[in-house]
């Protein structure tokens, strides 16, 4: 039923294929949406990567004779985001992998489409919540976790007259149960949507029409800007990261500050610093860069095979970024988070289905 809908859109026409374009627009989600949703102030950046990723390998699942394809489009993906973005580190790549595996089988061995959409949006996002809970763990090690348990207590003796070490709230429970919740919740989602992907694509066919007429008449607003070169961020640049220094940096203050905190915080939190600062020298420094060298290696051996494929889903990358550029111009009306789900929601379905050739044709991007 899904690939009689395709038949009659513009993403079949000339060489375009259905599996390619939905090839395209994952690999184009993993090597350069992130970036444009964090130029672009979107929260939850890595939840709507994700919940792309099982849009995507639904779409893919539903179109192809056989699941392997699934594998083909998951290499693709794979090496072209180490060609776009070389900096990548090891484990987006592994995610990406698993992502694929996980769709390989889930679809391999449930017939009912909805509900093996479903599932994978379940697994998919479940363990992207947990892993980085995992590498969080590995880095600080438990000290992390107790000092977030520490500094619940001591909120609940400042502000709570009965607050005790017996009935204290273990803060970092909540936290990783809240973040953890998140993204099962946006699995659970985006799996929704994607088993129902091909009705949502039929209803909102009417945005393509617009857009494409848009681009005959050169529409001057869906012009994307140059996008400023992407610098490799540190890792003490990045947000997480920032959070927990300054987290420990209040801690070791209230650990000499509070004579009820434990004497021992200090000396825990300095140490935790630095077992942190030798593991990611030895992974970031040491092992990641031979890892990516030799993967990277072995995609480049592999990568004559998929040339053609390649070459097509890099070229697509400019009218893609045109159409994002479109879609934020088109909700500009719109005032803060309002502006967010129509702008994801007419993007998706132009990015699937708008009539690129025209593009071409015109020359607008």
Known sequence: MFRENFRHSSILE????????????????EAALGGILHALRIPFTGLFIGGSAVIFLTLIAYSAERKSTLLKATFIVILIKAMVSPHTPLNAYFAVFLQGLFAYVIFSFISNKKFAALLLGFVSLTYSAFQRVFV?????????????????????????SNGSADNAIQLSYILIGAYGFVHISGGIFFGIIAGNIHKWIINNSGKVKEFNESVIRKDESILLQKDKTKK?????????????????????????????????????????LIRSILIMYIWFVLLSPVIIRWVKKYLMKKQSHYSKEVETILGLFPYFKGIINYSWEQTKRL???????????????????????????????
């Open 14 to 29: 000339k060489e375009f294929s259905t599996i390619s374009r939905i090839t395209a627009l994952w690999a184009f989600s």
């Open 136 to 160: 969080l763990t590995v880095l600080f090690g438990n000290t992390l976790w107790e000092s977030i348990d520490t500094f619940g207590i001591y909120l609940m003796n400042e502000f709570l």
């Open 232 to 272: 490799k961020r540190k890792w003490w640049k990045k947000k997480s990261n920032i959070v927990v220094l300054i987290f420990a940096a209040l801690m070791m203050v209230l650990s000499y500050t509070n004579p009820e905190l434990d004497d021992n915080l200090f000396y825990n939190i300095i140490f935790m």
């Open 335 to 365: 005032k803060n988070y309002k502006r967010i789900i129509p702008f994801l929601k007419n993007s998706f379905i132009l990015l699937l289905m708008a009539d690129i050739e025209s593009y071409e044709e015109n020359n607008t991007i």
